[in-house]
Each structure stands twice: as structure tokens, then as C-alpha cells.
């Protein structure tokens, strides 16, 4: 095999490694992860809508850890699924400071 040979291959399989976790990614069937949703938060549950119609609940004791930045939140329901929530969809920083405290004081619970 020549060195010509072994300069092109490595490229070749990133670019082609990439081409793929992108069609994944954005395949019909994951589709679902890319639709317009919202949550609220009633008693114990995180209830979700998404822009089609469909609605699920998730007990907040599922939450098993909440990752906090200065722009959103990470609510871990296992070790590598997570709920994405930007800091800017609570109307105000006191809804958000209670939302936080809500999940932090299950978060305990575990």
C-alpha cells in the first residue's frame, strides 16, 4: 500500500462516519426529536406537548439529575437521555428559580 494510500483512507472514513450519524440523526424515523414542544409543571409531573398534538407525562421523581448553565437546563431522566429546557422559555426568573427548586427538592429524594 503506498503513502498516497494512507493519507486519503482516514479522511474518507471521518467524512463518511459523519455523513452517517447525520442521516441518522435526521431520518424520518427520529423525526419526532425535532419537533416544537413545551412543558409545564403540575404537582408531580412534567407534562409535554408537542406541536402536533401528541402529550406525555414524566413523573419528576424519574428525574434523577438537573444540569444548570447560564442558558438552559438539563433535566437526566437516565444516565444518557436528558430533557433540554432554555433558561428563556419561563416567563420570569422567579418561575425559573421555582421550577429549579421544585426539581431539586425530588432530586433529594433519591
Known amino acids: 500500500m503506498s503513502s498516497q494510500s494512507l493519507i486519503i483512507i482516514p479522511?474518507?472514513?471521518?467524512?463518511?462516519?459523519?455523513?452517517?450519524?447525520?442521516?441518522?440523526?435526521?431520518c424520518k424515523q427520529n423525526s419526532i426529536f425535532f419537533k416544537d414542544r413545551y412543558f409545564e409543571l403540575d404537582g408531580d409531573f412534567l407534562s409535554g406537548y408537542l406541536d402536533d398534538g401528541t402529550t406525555y407525562k414524566i413523573?419528576?421523581?424519574?428525574?434523577?439529575?438537573?444540569?444548570?448553565?447560564?442558558?438552559?437546563l438539563?433535566?437526566?431522566?437516565?444516565?444518557?437521555?436528558?430533557?433540554y429546557m432554555p433558561s428563556e422559555c419561563f416567563q420570569?426568573?422567579?418561575?425559573?428559580?421555582?421550577?429549579?427548586?421544585?426539581?431539586?427538592?425530588?432530586?433529594?429524594?433519591?
Request: proline fraction near 2%.
Open 11 to 26: 479522511p474518507v472514513i471521518f467524512i463518511f462516519v459523519v455523513l452517517y450519524y447525520w442521516w441518522y440523526a435526521h
Open 74 to 83: 438539563l433535566l437526566y431522566v437516565a444516565k444518557d437521555q436528558f430533557i
Open 59 to 72: 413523573n419528576i421523581k424519574n428525574i434523577i439529575k438537573m444540569q444548570k448553565t447560564s442558558k438552559y
Open 92 to 110: 420570569s426568573e422567579a418561575d425559573l428559580c421555582d421550577f429549579e427548586e421544585q426539581i431539586t427538592k425530588n432530586l433529594g429524594d433519591l
